[in-house]
């Protein structure tokens, strides 16, 4: 049968222009009901392919993350506090258990990485030592301590962490907790302590070790809040939270099923760990700790139980290659530290017959864990070093991203796969954190804004129709290409489309066929994150962006934990610099649960803050507690409505203090991604 492809123009949500090759199946030319065309054959041959590229008969993680199984429960669905669900398990239950059948919209290899991180319940990882996975995008590591427990990395949200917390003590029995460790800043591993506390009495509570690296505090509650409005917005791309759980939707995010988007909390450590070779016993369990800050996170440590022979990696190291760049924006981490850090714990902790870590199943065997670190640690110092020689050589992060690829020896094991960082963004991070985003070509200095430049583009090219036409022809031919032609062809439409969206917003067409080119894309996508990405910038093309953002109120009680100066930081980058031209002002906020104050000054467009002493004169004062200030920043109250309550107190004008507040920018979390 020759190659041919009939193309279908289906009425669907506009004009949804799907392909059916002979091979791809039988509901390809179909869209679902989220707008998501099928693959095209050249797709589906992309991801046959894929099957020849790495060791599937290799079982071995199958058998690892279901070792030591105490107990299931198939039915885990965990709702939120204030209605809907944050947590569902038998939503993925799509994807075979064995990761073996992956339709011809997953790339095969990822399709097996979100069936291992289906695997998910109360594991014993050895004597004394035991996981929850799958109860949230990380694990909780519990360690029997001489008295109770001690817990590893308390989750993301109230409502998950509270519901591994009670799965556990059904199966083990009731154990006072004695400790609680957070590996790392990120808070996937300490924003649902309070789901745990909420369990415990008070003699356990005020005997409570936190244990946390140095600068665990600034940096876990600082990291979201300046720029936090776009990294919850990108967020919602990269975990795919507008997606399906289908095989056209989101299937996990490589690292594990999705984060856990419930209720937020924190609390404060008791102990902090500053350097590596520190040793604690800890109701009785001698623990030894390596800092690794500045690598996967600014505060981070990892720790080895001698008496158990197990090393925990935190997420120094994990069954996926990780990010130097995270896609839903953040810092840019350095490569060659995260790779010297790892080569450190291979050494100090050679004996290690055990590894568990903070997402995925664990590894025994020494020679395993010695192997595994050796190709992890490899893995991102030949990132590293390639980019660094090439970028000497003058080559730009595109080309670098383009060429650079796993030497055979690297790209063996499934552990240093790209199920969340890739070689691609990964290498254009290693660029960023040496050059910036400059690649010193002239033309990059001033170019127009896309949609200016977008208009005169299709506007050379003889308008959006004919753009549209050449487009469809490709895009037509790249179903019967081979694999490799066909991908470089949609990533070459993706950029000629994206002009056309830039041009012209309203042009449905264009949309649509973008929207096509990007499911292509994303089924193809090795990475959970990048299949995310695309396809919901398809799904927004075709939908729209979100009528909400994320809320900040779900930060509420992170924020009631950060330092009040951070806040003031924050409300500095929301000052409309337009309405405050011309205008001065001196505003005092007292906190009269914390007894400070803070002189507020605006001039030149540009806000300060300065902590200062309560007499300091000022121009309007206002005297409010900390969390009801914090409930103003995060919308939860009105200005308004609280200058005229009892609740705060104020001098000088009240027109000055609402003038000044009006001044401030409220963020929606809901901005265009895929459209100007
Ligand atoms: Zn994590």
């Given at each position: 049968?020759?190659?041919?492809?009939?193309?279908?123009?289906?009425?669907?949500?506009?004009?949804?222009?799907?392909?059916?090759?002979?091979?791809?199946?039988?509901?390809?030319?179909?869209?679902?009901?989220?707008?998501?065309?099928?693959?095209t054959?050249?797709?589906?041959?992309?991801?046959?392919?894929?099957?020849?590229?790495?060791?599937?008969?290799?079982?071995?993680?199958?058998?690892?993350?279901?070792?030591?199984?105490?107990?299931?429960?198939?039915e885990?669905?965990?709702?939120?506090?204030?209605?809907?669900?944050?947590?569902?398990?038998?939503?993925?239950?799509?994807?075979?258990?064995?990761?073996?059948?992956?339709?011809?919209?997953?790339?095969p290899?990822?399709?097996?990485?979100?069936?291992?991180?289906?695997?998910?319940?109360?594991?014993?990882?050895?004597?004394g030592?035991?996981?929850?996975?799958?109860?949230?995008?990380?694990?909780?590591?519990?360690?029997?301590?001489?008295?109770?427990?001690?817990?590893?990395?308390?989750?993301?949200a109230r409502?998950?962490?509270?519901?591994?917390?009670?799965?556990?003590?059904?199966?083990?029995?009731?154990k006072?907790?004695?400790?609680?460790?957070?590996?790392h800043?990120?808070?996937?591993?300490?924003?649902?302590?309070?789901?745990?506390?909420?369990?415990?009495?008070?003699?356990?509570?005020?005997?409570?070790?936190?244990?946390?690296?140095?600068?665990?505090?600034?940096?876990?509650?600082?990291?979201?809040?300046?720029?936090?409005?776009?990294?919850?917005?990108?967020?919602?791309?990269?975990?795919?939270?507008?997606?399906?759980?289908?095989?056209?939707?989101?299937?996990?995010?490589?690292?594990?099923?999705?984060?856990?988007f419930?209720?937020?909390?924190?609390?404060?450590?008791?102990?902090?760990?500053?350097e590596t070779?520190?040793?604690?016993?800890?109701?009785?369990?001698?623990m030894?700790?390596?800092?690794?800050?500045?690598?996967?996170?600014?505060?981070?440590?990892?720790?080895?139980?001698?008496?158990?022979?197990?090393?925990?990696?935190a997420?120094?190291?994990?069954?996926?290659?990780?990010?130097?760049?995270?896609?839903?924006?953040?810092?840019?981490?350095?490569?060659?530290?995260?790779?010297?850090?790892?080569?450190?714990?291979?050494?100090?902790?050679?004996?290690?017959?055990i590894?568990?870590?903070?997402?995925?199943?664990?590894?025994?065997?020494?020679?395993?864990?010695?192997?595994?670190?050796?190709?992890?640690?490899?893995?991102?110092?030949?990132?590293?070093?390639q980019?660094?020689?090439?970028?000497?050589?003058?080559?730009?992060?595109?080309?670098?991203?383009?060429?650079?690829?796993?030497?055979?020896?690297?790209?063996?094991?499934?552990?240093?796969?790209?199920?969340?960082?890739?070689?691609?963004?990964?290498?254009?991070?290693?660029y960023?954190?040496?050059?910036?985003?400059?690649?010193?070509?002239?033309?990059?200095?001033?170019?127009?804004?896309?949609?200016?430049?977008?208009?005169r583009?299709?506007?050379?090219?003889?308008?959006?129709?004919?753009?549209?036409?050449?487009?469809?022809?490709?895009?037509?031919?790249?179903?019967?290409?081979?694999?490799?032609?066909?991908?470089?062809?949609?990533?070459?439409?993706?950029?000629?489309?994206?002009?056309?969206?830039?041009?012209?917003?309203?042009?449905?067409?264009?949309?649509?066929?973008?929207?096509?080119?990007?499911?292509?894309?994303?089924?193809?996508?090795?990475?959970?994150?990048?299949?995310?990405?695309?396809?919901?910038?398809?799904?927004?093309?075709?939908?729209?962006?979100?009528?909400?953002?994320?809320?900040?109120?779900?930060?509420?009680?992170?924020l009631?934990?950060?330092?009040?100066?951070?806040?003031?930081?924050?409300?500095?980058?929301?000052?409309?610099?337009?309405?405050?031209?011309?205008?001065?002002?001196?505003?005092?906020?007292?906190?009269?649960?914390?007894?400070?104050?803070?002189?507020?000054?605006?001039?030149?467009?540009?806000?300060h803050?300065?902590?200062?002493?309560?007499?300091?004169?000022?121009?309007?004062?206002?005297?409010?507690?900390?969390?009801?200030?914090?409930?103003?920043?995060?919308?939860?109250?009105?200005?308004?409505?609280?200058?005229?309550?009892?609740?705060?107190?104020?001098?000088?004008?009240?027109?000055?203090?609402?003038?000044?507040?009006?001044?401030?920018?409220?963020?929606?979390?809901?901005?265009?991604?895929?459209?100007?």
């Amino acid at each position: 049968m020759p190659s041919a492809v009939k193309i279908l123009l289906v009425p669907l949500l506009g004009i949804a222009l799907a392909l059916t090759g002979c091979d791809s199946g039988p509901d390809s030319s179909v869209a679902n009901s989220a707008g998501h065309t099928g693959p095209t054959a050249s797709t589906g041959q992309a991801n046959r392919q894929v099957l020849d590229q790495r060791p599937f008969d290799n079982r071995d993680d199958f058998e690892n993350a279901r070792r030591g199984l105490i107990a299931q429960d198939p039915e885990l669905v965990i709702d939120h506090l204030d209605g809907g669900q944050v947590w569902n398990m038998p939503a993925y239950d799509f994807i075979d258990e064995n990761g073996e059948n992956a339709p011809a919209s997953v790339n095969p290899s990822l399709w097996r990485q979100a069936a291992l991180n289906n695997i998910h319940g109360l594991f014993q990882v050895t004597d004394g030592l035991y996981q929850i996975r799958g109860y949230d995008l990380a694990n909780m590591s519990i360690i029997e301590s001489d008295t109770g427990w001690i817990l590893v990395d308390p989750l993301t949200a109230r409502e998950t962490a509270s519901k591994a917390f009670l799965f556990a003590r059904e199966h083990l029995g009731e154990k006072p907790v004695r400790a609680i460790l957070y590996t790392h800043s990120h808070i996937d591993h300490f924003g649902g302590v309070q789901g745990i506390l909420q369990h415990l009495s008070d003699e356990e509570k005020a005997n409570l070790r936190i244990i946390a690296p140095a600068g665990f505090e600034e940096e876990a509650t600082s990291e979201n809040i300046i720029a936090g409005p776009a990294m919850t917005r990108r967020a919602m791309f990269m975990y795919g939270k507008r997606l399906e759980r289908d095989e056209r939707g989101h299937v996990g995010t490589g690292l594990g099923k999705g984060p856990g988007f419930g209720t937020f909390g924190f609390a404060p450590a008791t102990d902090l760990i500053s350097e590596t070779g520190t040793e604690l016993t800890v109701d009785g369990v001698p623990m030894i700790f390596q800092i690794v800050s500045g690598s996967e996170a600014p505060a981070e440590f990892t720790f080895y139980l001698p008496e158990q022979k197990a090393f925990c990696g935190a997420e120094l190291v994990s069954r996926n290659m990780h990010n130097i760049y995270t896609l839903r924006g953040a810092k840019v981490r350095d490569a060659r530290l995260w790779s010297s850090f790892i080569d450190e714990a291979k050494t100090l902790f050679a004996d290690a017959d055990i590894y568990f870590g903070s997402h995925h199943w664990p590894l025994w065997g020494q020679e395993n864990i010695q192997d595994f670190l050796a190709v992890q640690r490899d893995t991102y110092k030949f990132i590293h070093d390639q980019t660094v020689r090439l970028m000497n050589q003058g080559a730009t992060p595109r080309e670098i991203a383009d060429q650079l690829k796993l030497p055979p020896e690297l790209n063996r094991a499934f552990h240093n796969q790209g199920y969340y960082g890739t070689v691609s963004h990964n290498a254009k991070a290693v660029y960023q954190h040496y050059l910036g985003w400059f690649t010193a070509n002239p033309a990059q200095l001033d170019p127009l804004p896309e949609s200016d430049s977008a208009q005169r583009y299709v506007q050379m090219m003889g308008g959006a129709e004919k753009v549209l036409e050449s487009a469809r022809e490709d895009f037509e031919a790249a179903s019967a290409m081979g694999a490799s032609e066909g991908r470089d062809t949609y990533r070459w439409l993706a950029e000629l489309l994206n002009q056309v969206v830039f041009a012209e917003p309203g042009n449905d067409d264009a949309k649509q066929l973008l929207a096509n080119v990007y499911d292509q894309l994303g089924y193809q996508a090795e990475s959970a994150p990048w299949r995310d990405f695309y396809l919901t910038g398809a799904y927004e093309l075709r939908h729209g962006s979100p009528k909400e953002g994320i809320k900040p109120a779900m930060m509420r009680e992170v924020l009631l934990n950060t330092p009040v100066s951070l806040f003031f930081d924050s409300m500095a980058v929301r000052l409309k610099a337009e309405d405050a031209e011309g205008e001065s002002a001196v505003i005092k906020i007292t906190f009269t649960d914390l007894k400070e104050s803070y002189l507020l000054t605006l001039k030149h467009s540009v806000l300060h803050n300065r902590l200062v002493n309560e007499d300091t004169p000022a121009d309007a004062t206002l005297n409010l507690t900390r969390s009801l200030f914090v409930d103003l920043l995060i919308g939860r109250a009105g200005l308004k409505e609280l200058l005229f309550s009892d609740e705060i107190s104020f001098e000088g004008s009240r027109l000055d203090l609402i003038g000044f507040f009006s001044m401030l920018d409220k963020p929606q979390g809901r901005f265009n991604i895929v459209t100007p």
